[in-house]
């Protein structure tokens, strides 16, 4: 399980990495995966990081599906960001 706080998504504001501010990005996340991704996967996950409301516990396959679609519809920054998640989550085993 990777654990996300879309509420208060840390967002890297440099290359380096070194420098980062805090949003809650639920409802961009939740449109993009709504208006882009294909079939009921992503409309229930859409739903449920809309819905959520703190840490959310995310399966492999929810984090894939949002790696499958950030790597064509996000900007950079956003997709580092989502990658040190699961970094993080996979340091921590």
């Known amino acids: 399980m990777i654990k996300i706080d879309f509420t208060k998504f840390v967002v890297f504001t440099d290359l380096a990495h070194t420098k980062s501010n805090t949003y809650d990005i639920r409802e961009q996340i939740a449109d993009e995966l709504y208006q882009k991704g294909s079939g009921i996967p992503y409309h229930a996950l859409a739903l449920k990081i809309y819905n959520s409301e703190g840490e959310l516990e ?23 960001s989502l990658k040190s998640y699961n970094k993080d989550k996979n340091e921590g085993e």
């Open 58 to 80: 995310l399966s492999e396959k929810e984090f894939d599906l949002i790696m499958k679609l950030a790597e064509v519809c996000f900007a950079p920054y956003i997709i580092d």
